[in-house]
């Protein structure tokens, strides 16, 4: 069991733990810019969560704190990193504590029983990959998913005859986080080519660390380097940062700030900070309906008039960052082919970075790419599709995604960095773990829709639904008052909500 108090010496751990080891999570950052504050940024992150904690419970030692639940002390945690988050690291240790308050939370419980564990970190995982646009395997996502799926594995394997402990738990998922960060040098050309593991990663396992110290009531030891941990053991630091080419170099601007829109103006920002910057992340903000979104960009201003334009904007930070050469755009190495009707869910699947058309304009665009494509059938009639593909001498890996928004579901994990194999599976993957359904009523069998697929559980809800009107004027619209509905009942499921002219039917609802 984590008790509060647990929690409270964890979370303390691990901001002294960050500090101590600071400078040497800095010198490791080289990806994806080798501006030397990864450190910096998560112990700022981390700090900012126990001032909060303190401010609301007290230290880990006083007795309020022993009283207290672990919820109540990690939505302190929560809250008080998603407000003093710095950075892109900062912000994706602002959703590991999220996924540690949504977890407590929805135990109902004063105490997390280690069974939670292995759902707290698979949580982490998912809030992360969200909140990052262009998720990077050889990250701290890797990290974070060994460390989850050996949690899951320690509860599985363990002896029903004996009871297994969170320190057991806890123990082999450190162990677990350092091999794979371990291999993180051989994942990222950056990393390999300055012979150092991830910082981000590095970060991660001082956090757990901290948890194993917390659990065992010892104090962390001093940290002394070394012990795989940092840079490869034949490697000499020349000074220099990897990623360096002979391009000239280019000053970017960190920008940082708390953005309260719709999620319809939310999806537009993120489009735009996607094509004009880098490094974008996205996580929900301490209040309902905000956002703290984060950007490195060489093009600033128009992307803060915008945010200006379309939301209210607060806590804006701006922060130049070191000059870098610029990095070559990742490429796609599986295209994605989208089969939908003309309209506005081929321009949301367009948007979405797929090409999309009917089966003529897929097999036009497959035959001119030649190979290498992935096929996203999203319940269209594939019968002409298939007859083509079967004779074409190229290669296409179809998944059967049933439905638009498994579509969409499919896309989110999509990573232009990965294999076609990988990227498929990833893909299919993520189609099966979505239900879904479709309705022709109004709002209220919408509503009944929604519910009924959230009573078997879920995180994120995505509604596409037809309707009269102008695309832009949610204004008395009742399905949009629905949503604004189903999202006070469930406060912890983001739900997207996006209205699609020609869409067929009355709405189309996945749950995943």
């Known amino acids: 069991m984590l008790t509060g108090a647990h929690v409270a010496s964890w979370a303390e751990q ?37 001032d909060r904690m303190h401010q609301d419970h007290g230290d880990a030692r006083s007795a309020a ?78 990290v974070l998913h060994a460390a989850a799926e050996q949690a899951s594995e320690s ?16 123990r082999a998922t450190r162990d677990a986080a ?13 990393l390999a080519s300055a012979g150092v593991v991830d910082a981000g990663g590095r970060g991660l396992v001082v956090i757990l660390d901290a948890l194993v110290d917390a659990l065992s009531e010892k104090e962390p030891a001093p940290s002394h380097g070394g012990d795989g941990s940092g840079k490869a053991a034949d490697d000499v630091d020349d000074g220099q940062h990897a990623g360096r080419s002979d391009r000239a170099p280019v000053a970017e601007i ?32 301490e209040t309902s309906g905000t956002w703290r ?3 490195h960009t060489t093009d600033a201003g128009p992307l803060i008039e915008l945010a200006y334009s379309t939301g209210v904007i607060s806590d804006l930070v701006l922060e130049v960052l070191p000059l870098v050469d610029t990095p070559e755009p990742p490429r796609a190495t599986a295209p994605v082919l989208a089969l939908a009707p003309e309209g506005g869910l081929r321009d949301m699947f367009a948007g979405a970075g797929a090409t999309a058309g009917d089966t003529q304009t897929i097999i036009a665009e497959f035959e001119r790419r030649g190979t290498g494509c992935i096929v996203l059938t999203n319940g269209q009639d594939t019968t002409e599709l298939f007859g083509r593909l079967s004779s074409s001498t190229g290669e296409a890996t179809v998944v059967d995604t049933e439905s638009f928004v498994g579509g969409l579901a499919a896309l989110a994990v999509y990573s232009p960095t990965a294999d ?20 022709d009523g109004g709002p209220d069998a919408l509503s009944d829709l929604v519910e009924d697929l959230l009573a078997d559980g879920g995180e994120l809800v995505t509604v596409l639904y037809d309707g009269p009107g102008d695309e832009q004027d949610t204004i008395g619209d009742p399905v949009a008052d629905m949503i604004e509905s189903l999202r006070t009942a469930h406060p912890a499921v983001e739900v997207h909500c996006y209205r699609v002219p020609g869409l067929g039917t009355g709405a189309q609802v996945g749950v995943e």
């Not at 995982?125 to 646009?133: N, T």
């Not at 509860?155 to 806890?170: F, G, I, K, M």
């Not at 350092?178 to 950056?190: C, D, G, V, Y």
């Open 14 to 50: 691990a901001a002294a733990g960050l500090a101590r080891h600071k400078d040497e999570i800095n010198e490791l950052n080289v990806f994806p810019i080798p501006d030397s504050d990864t450190g910096s940024n998560m112990t700022a992150t981390m700090e900012s969560a126990v």
């Open 65 to 142: 704190v022993t009283r207290t639940s672990v919820a109540d002390i990690a939505g302190s945690l929560a809250a008080g990193a998603v407000t003093g988050a710095r950075g892109n690291s900062g912000l994706v240790l602002s959703q590991f504590l999220r996924a540690l308050a949504d977890s407590a939370a929805a135990s109902h419980r004063d105490e997390l029983p280690v069974s939670a564990l292995p759902g707290m970190l698979h949580r982490a995982e998912k809030l992360v990959r969200r909140a990052v646009s262009v998720p990077v395997e050889g990250t701290i996502i890797t």
């Open 155 to 170: 509860l599985e394997s363990a002896d029903p005859r004996e009871s297994v402990t969170a320190d057991d738990v806890v």
């Open 178 to 190: 350092m091999e794979a960060l371990a291999a993180t040098t051989t994942q990222l050309p950056e």
């Open 254 to 285: 960190e920008v940082m700030f708390t953005y309260q829109a719709d999620d319809r103006l939310l999806d537009e920002l993120r489009e735009q900070l996607n094509l004009r910057g880098n490094s974008v992340v996205i996580v929900p903000g």
């Open 293 to 295: 979104v984060h950007v």
């Open 420 to 439: 076609l194999d990988e990227n498929a599976e990833e893909m299919a993957d993520a189609v099966s773990a979505q239900r879904w359904r479709e309705t």
